[in-house]
Nanobody
Framework: VDLKESGGDSVQAGGSLRLSCAAA????????MGWFRQVSGKEREEVAR???????TYSDSVKARFTISQDKAKNKMTLQMNNLKPGDTAKYYC?????????????????????WGQGTQVTVSS
């Protein structure tokens, strides 16, 4: 399984970016996929998730600004990020694994996900 993120860049506060995650060698179209981010020295945190019923969940810090979507036919997931803030600066990772909505609170935990991309850097300047 190979996950590859793209779309990271440096932008000014208030700007937008669109991250993409391409999945290869993976047929888990009925599993959850998530976007996580990590700042050096801090724990990795989930920012958005789309579950096997195509329901989306967001962390409070990005709600109403970020939108997660998935194209199952193309094995591709995206994260549209609007009104970016300096606090959004981080390396962003996509992740997936044999997880479904039934896994409930586990879905917020990075350790629950088996497969990870290498990450793409997002830097937001004030």
């Amino acid at each position: 399984v190979d996950l590859k993120e793209s779309g990271g860049d440096s932008v000014q506060a208030g700007g937008s970016l669109r991250l993409s995650c391409a999945a290869a060698g993976y047929s888990g179209t009925d599993y959850c996929m998530g976007w996580f981010r990590q700042v050096s020295g801090k724990e990795r945190e989930e920012v958005a998730r789309i579950d096997n019923f195509d329901r989306t969940t967001y962390s409070d810090s990005v709600k109403a600004r970020f939108t997660i979507s998935q194209d199952k036919a193309k094995n591709k997931m995206t994260l549209q990020m609007n009104n970016l803030k300096p606090g959004d600066t981080a390396k962003y990772y996509c992740a997936t694994g044999p997880l479904t909505a039934a896994d409930g609170p586990l879905l917020w935990l990075p350790i629950a996900y088996n497969y990870w991309g290498q990450g793409t850097q997002v830097t937001v300047s004030s």
